[in-house]
């Protein structure tokens, strides 16, 4: 009788009862009030500060939506119920952070909200709403991961139902007056028909009710224990098995480690960790077969169907910087007209009167030395800090006009994407002459090859920009909106600038001589000013380059590169029909022999240059470390949400990382 008993009581305590009767005096469903790790506004919560949350939730207060951000007390109009039975559970495979799980007791003047939550609960759509927590405490960032880790729980201010929380709020199971129904569904089936034994236990039957709940709870507390066993195993598992994959992939370190930090104190299925480490090594083989990449992290990436508030946020400050969006998926987005009013959007803080926070460093974690008391509001009206989202544009903005800059160097050079700064080596190898006649009996000849190597080594470049309080205060959009116009040209011309300073500088090379050389060994240096004659002489010259084996490679030029001094010369000598200055009716031979390039990093007025097609011979080589051929922005300090910045202002990096070599003389020639 007594096994027969217990199950039906876990039976029946474990599912929704829909056709109870709602019990009169109050309506109570169980919830979950926060689950911890990390939550989608970066806050995150460990183990004793959960604790502490289920201690002060016991007897809190809940209302509709969270107050505003300013406004510290509620109006009793708000409340709409109260939290009891609160208890921190431990991490299981279902809730690998743990959570703290509440009853929360509907007040009857807040019929509406529980006829939504007993609909939705019914309806098998409990995640239509959901819990947030709105607290006081103090937190620190953890600059490994990028988390701000709540450090300590000051005060509870209400736990409150909102649409859509970000730290896993949400209901579980409506109860309908949990003490009824606890032994009711006990003594169900039982030989019981008066009102009054009803109400009234039998001291026998009391003890066995008694019995049968320490027996109930012992068993979930050690199905609890059995479950966190059984996960730290597949941890473990999927630990060793994350080494040992990753030792045995020949990807570059960098996304090994990319890889692995995305899969580490995660369980998961081998067959995913292979497609993950296949898709890498896909992406790698065509990052090589490519050569350059173009457009990285401006493209739009569809995340799915359903728009979220960021996606909206971050359409409002791309159109701020006249970018394009997604106007069939977004619709009609109207940007933000001014920096101040962005600000406030996002952080809730319209009138700027948040405070400043020094930080000192304590290894990986950066440390608040005030440690102020800050609000935490887990709710959707922060799901992005304003740094983010603005630095997000900028980026967008700083890479679309990067794009756009002329790049015409790109046509004549060859572009590689190499692993790392250390020093790269290209091997010039030598060349076999004419094959000898072999006689019958006789071995055949040995021979030699000689080669010679380039090497060069990546450098970092980069600054900071910073976006002020004063800036924001003063609502000086403008002033922001060129940062990234002026980034984008600033990259550009450095790295044009640092191209051509290999024709303008006439640098030594891999053979221990001077690029361009007049006479022997290159023999790619004329003394003429730029005229169809000179031209010709000069492509004779790349006619006549030899190989190690001392044969003619018959180089054509393809490109004719001069300083804007040349300009009109260059298409003069290139588009005229007929000798350019000749009183004859000779043709020009010139004529659309090569295409012009201008550039006006080329500082001399005189000299101008003859340069091969790179897909023919090598010439010069620009190696971008990891493929990437874009500047990158980088949010270097996050601010506070609701409150000021940190330092008074968003220290924004930008950042690119490439490095050069003339790997082969033979396709460049010198005029002048």
């Known amino acids: 009788m007594l096994d027969q008993i217990t199950s039906v009581d876990i039976r029946e305590q474990c599912h929704i009862q829909e056709q109870q009767q709602l019990d009169p005096q109050g309506h109570a469903v169980r919830v979950t009030v926060i689950q911890g790790g990390r939550s989608a506004n970066d806050y ?48 299981s495979a279902t809730c690998p952070g743990g959570r703290v799980d509440a009853t929360l007791h509907i007040l009857e003047a807040a019929g509406w909200l529980w006829s939504m939550i007993y609909e939705a609960c019914t309806l098998g759509r409990p995640e239509l709403i959901g819990l947030s927590i709105d607290i006081f405490g103090q937190w620190q960032l953890d600059e490994a991961t990028s988390a701000r880790e709540v450090t300590r729980i000051i005060a509870l201010n209400s736990c409150d139902i909102v649409t859509r929380p970000s730290a896993g709020g949400s209901f579980n199971r409506i109860l309908h007056s949990q003490h009824l129904t606890s032994k009711n569904s006990i003594l169900k089936g039982t030989a019981m028909t008066t009102a009054d034994e009803q109400q009234t236990l039998d001291p026998t039957t009391q003890e066995r009710v008694n019995h049968v709940l320490e027996q109930q709870c012992l068993l979930e507390q050690q199905r609890l224990q059995l479950e966190q066993l059984m996960a730290q195993a597949r941890l473990e598992h999927a630990g060793l098995v ?38 890498s090594l896909n992406m790698m083989a065509k990052l090589a077969q490519d050569g ?3 457009g990285h992290s401006y493209e739009k990436v569809e995340i799915g169907s359903q728009i979220t508030e960021a996606e909206k946020i971050q359409g409002a400050f791309d159109r701020m910087f006249d970018l394009d969006i997604d106007t069939a998926r977004l619709g009609n987005i109207y940007g933000f007209n001014s920096i101040r009013e962005a600000y406030a959007r996002v952080t809730g803080d319209a009138s700027l009167s948040g405070g400043m926070t020094n930080y000192s460093k304590l290894g990986n974690i950066r440390v608040s030395e005030s440690a102020p ?80 190597a380039a090497t060069y080594v990546a450098q970092k470049r980069g600054n900071l920009v910073t976006v002020s309080r004063e800036t924001i205060i003063n609502d000086d959009l403008q002033a922001i909106k060129q940062i990234p116009t002026k980034l984008a040209v600033a990259a550009a011309y450095t790295l044009a600038e640092f191209v051509y300073g290999f024709l303008s500088s006439n640098p030594g090379i891999y053979d221990g001589n001077n690029l361009f050389t007049a006479g022997a060994p290159h023999n790619n240096l004329g003394s003429s000013a730029l005229s169809t004659a000179a031209m010709q002489t000069g492509i004779t010259a790349m006619r006549e380059q030899t190989n190690y084996a001392g044969k003619r490679l018959g180089l054509r030029p393809r490109f004719l590169v001069v300083p804007p001094e040349l300009e009109w010369t260059a298409i003069v000598a290139t588009k005229s029909a007929g000798v350019p200055g000749s009183n004859n009716n000779d043709i020009n031979p010139m004529l659309g022999f090569v295409s012009v390039i201008v550039s006006p990093q080329l500082t001399s007025t005189t000299q101008w240059f003859l340069v091969d097609d790179p897909r023919e011979i090598d010439t010069i080589e620009i190696g971008f470390v990891g493929g990437a051929a874009n500047p990158v922005l980088f ?22 990382e490439w490095g050069g070599a003339v790997v082969d003389y033979r396709g460049l020639y010198r005029g002048i």
């Open 292 to 294: 350059l990449i173009r």
């Open 44 to 91: 995150s919560y460990n183990e004793q500060v959960l604790q502490a949350i289920a201690r002060m939730i016991e007897g809190a207060q809940a209302y509709a939506d969270h107050g505003p951000p300013d406004v510290a007390t509620r109006s009793v109009r708000d409340i709409v119920g109260f939290y009891h039975d609160a208890c921190y559970i431990p991490p």
């Open 242 to 279: 994350l080494e040992r994959r990753l030792q045995e992939s020949i990807l570059p370190q960098a996304v090994k480690d990319e890889i692995k930090a995305r899969y580490t104190g995660r369980i998961f299925e081998e067959k995913d960790l292979d497609a993950e480490l296949n898709s």
């Open 373 to 452: 008391i800050m609000r935490i509001t887990e709710a959707d009206t922060t799901t992005a800090s304003f740094s983010y989202l603005l630095g997000t544009s900028m980026n967008k903005r700083l890479l679309k006009d990067y794009q756009a800059w002329p790049a015409e160097w790109q046509k004549w050079v060859t572009i590689v994407p190499i692993r790392d700064f250390k020093q790269q080596t290209r091997v010039r190898l030598g060349a076999f002459g004419s094959l000898p006649i072999v006689a019958e009996d006789t071995a055949y000849q040995a021979v030699t090859l000689t080669d010679s």
């Open 635 to 656: 949010v270097q300090d996050s601010p506070l949400l609701g409150l000021n910045f940190s330092q008074d202002a968003i220290s924004y990096k930008v950042r690119m």
